[in-house]
């Protein structure tokens, strides 16, 4: 009997089974390797693993995109197997603040925020932003900043943010209007010859140009705090017996400096200088409205940028506010920016990788340059960095000057109400009410802000 006769069906079978469950396993196995290739093999093959940063900065839009495409590039070299993007939005002064509470409230994923150093306290007491002390130690680099300037971006002893440039207030003028009016500039520098000149250009100016700017407008505390400190005063100082903390802040504004800083605004008016309700932060100036005006050094970005190499010999400068005496040092208010990282973030050591690229200053200079802010580290202002900044941005020397006599305004969440207290009572004031009445009101209100009441 003929087994291999009755046997080759059943191989045949068996074949026929084999090659079966071969293409089902072939195609079971690609399925598997489609999935698993989609989240592991980027890595293992060196495809590119995309990463999208987000960010709400605040305007004017071209100073980031400057410093995220610069950063981004150097950023992408570091990591070849990465294409790393930030989808970032900027929006108008007064629009950043909300839009940034709103959204981390909602627990939104938001990688990278630019702060006004005055929203850092809110910011930070609500959570919203990640303690990067650790970080800063690793990278070392804090005694590279000004001390107000680092001060500026720690709350609780915590670092929330990093100061990335500034700016100052200082006094500028008209030359050709000074000289038509034969006023000295110097005679600017003291209380007494500030008056004096006011009343002097009153007498030879076109009835069109006013001589001297008062600002009336909601940051006019930012223009009174200067003579609070240069007369020894403070805003704000840290007391005792705090009914529910220990030791908490106090509002001191109303001592002696502050009845005196506030009585020199007082005098201002009373002589006939107008307080400006609207405010174009430089712009009236340089529309020559104005003769002289205590301004930002974001002052110098209302002439275009083909004026700046000629407009030292139009515009004048004193570095300072005026002074009481010869005898008091001057001293000025900084602003400025911070960037932060919020609690929300999935991407933090990458966004704080970002931060300190962006404050490299082969990227950070060349935004300084295009948009004339001035550097929080001494290493840009007053190192090699600082020839290419001075030969670009007019009164450069002059204005980095002042950064040493400049303070920060208080980062604790209660300073914008505190803030709107002072400002009431100068608004107050230049309606004849009496500086010290005006004080002591204020401070009672901030005092309830504060809880001592």
């Avoid at 790393?84 to 940034?100: A, C, E, F, H, M």
């Avoid at 110098?300 to 515009?315: A, T, V």
């Avoid at 932060?340 to 490299?360: F, N, R, V, Y």
């Avoid at 670009?392 to 040493?404: F, K």
Wanted: charged share 25%.
């Amino acid at each position: 009997m003929n087994r291999n006769r009755y046997n080759q069906p059943l191989k045949k079978y068996y074949s026929d089974i084999n090659k079966v469950c071969l293409c089902v396993f072939s195609i079971f196995f690609l399925y598997i390797f489609s999935i698993f290739s989609s989240y592991v093999l980027p890595e293992v093959v060196g495809q590119e693993e995309t990463i999208i940063l987000t960010a709400i900065v605040a305007e004017p839009k071209e100073r980031w995109d400057l410093l995220f495409e610069n950063a981004l590039e150097e950023l992408n070299k570091k990591y070849p197997d990465k294409k790393i993007s930030v989808d970032y939005s900027v929006l108008p002064y007064s629009d950043t603040r909300t839009q940034i509470v709103t959204t981390l409230a909602g627990r939104s994923d938001l990688d990278l925020v630019s702060i006004d150093q005055i929203w850092l306290g809110e910011f930070a007491e609500a959570g919203f932003l990640t303690d990067l002390t650790d970080r800063t130690k690793l990278w070392n680099k804090s005694s590279d900043w000004y001390e107000n300037n680092w001060l500026g971006g720690i709350y609780d002893n915590q670092v929330k943010g990093i100061w990335a440039w500034t700016d100052v207030r200082a006094l500028w003028y008209w030359k050709d209007l000074l000289n038509q009016s034969e006023v000295s500039p110097d005679k600017l520098k003291t209380w007494k010859g500030y008056l004096d000149s006011f009343l002097k250009l009153s007498k030879n100016l076109d009835k069109n140009i006013q001589p001297i700017h008062l600002t009336s407008a909601n940051h006019v505390p930012d223009m009174w705090y200067p003579y609070l400190w240069m007369l020894g005063g403070d805003i704000l100082e840290m007391k005792n017996n705090h009914p529910s903390k220990g030791s908490y802040w106090y509002p001191v504004y109303n001592s002696e400096a502050g009845i005196k800083a506030l009585e020199f605004l007082k005098n201002q008016t009373e002589i006939g200088i107008k307080p400006q309700i609207n405010h174009f932060w430089g712009q009236e100036f340089a529309d020559k409205k104005f003769a002289v005006m205590l301004e930002g050094s974001w002052l110098l970005g209302q002439f275009s940028r083909d004026q700046w190499p000629d407009l030292e010999k139009k515009i004048g400068l004193i570095p300072m506010f005026p002074v009481p005496d010869n005898k008091t040092k001057t001293s000025t208010l900084m602003g400025g920016w911070l960037l932060g990282i919020p609690e929300t973030s999935k991407h933090k050591d990458l966004a704080w990788e970002l931060i300190t690229i962006m404050l490299e200053p082969k990227i950070l200079v060349p935004m300084l340059l295009e948009q004339g802010y001035l550097p929080t580290q001494k290493s840009i202002a007053e190192g090699n960095y600082s020839k290419e900044l001075a030969s670009t941005i007019p009164y450069y020397d002059e204005l980095i000057s002042l950064i040493p006599y400049g303070k920060g305004r208080p980062n604790i969440p209660e300073y914008p109400q505190i803030a709107d207290h002072i400002r009431m009572a100068i608004e107050e004031v230049y309606h004849g009410a009496d500086p010290k009445q005006a004080l002591d009101k204020a401070a009672e209100s901030s005092m309830d802000v504060l809880g001592w009441r």
